[in-house]
């Protein structure tokens, strides 16, 4: 498996790609996925490279939390976030262990994507990892201390989030 930055030279690899979710599934193959405007995206290739593993986006934000304190509720930064935009494992890899490493293909990419966060956060001071999960991933992020956001959290969602779950994980908490 090679790790590499999306970048047009790969788009042909897109064309198998299927995840099970039209829009995971368009993102990739979509100028969005190279739109850094939206977030960077970075993906796992097969060995010959000709084939898309997994992948996932990332972009920067913030979690607001309400204030009741006052007359009217205040929405407050709460901290500095980096939101996972997307994140999909082709459905020829999901729920397969990746021999070498005894651990699923899901697994990995989330791991490898939360050690980047990490990695970036030595030069960009930021609390959280947001997220939007669909039903499907909910039980992934579960398994790596995510959780629904508090009744006093608020993302910002995209048009595409909505009818996912927003989600968290604090940095600070789990170190």
Known sequence: MISKHFTAELSGCTEKFICGNDYLDYFIKSNLALDEAIGKTYVYLTEDHKEIIGYYN???????????????PLKLKIGGAVHINALAISENYQGKVISEADTLYADFLLDDCIQRIRALRKDVGFEFITLASTRAGYKLYKRFGFDELEDDMRLAPEKDELGCLPMYLSLDWEE
């Open 58 to 72: 990332i972009s920067t934000g913030s979690l607001q939390g309400i204030d009741q304190s006052t007359e009217t």
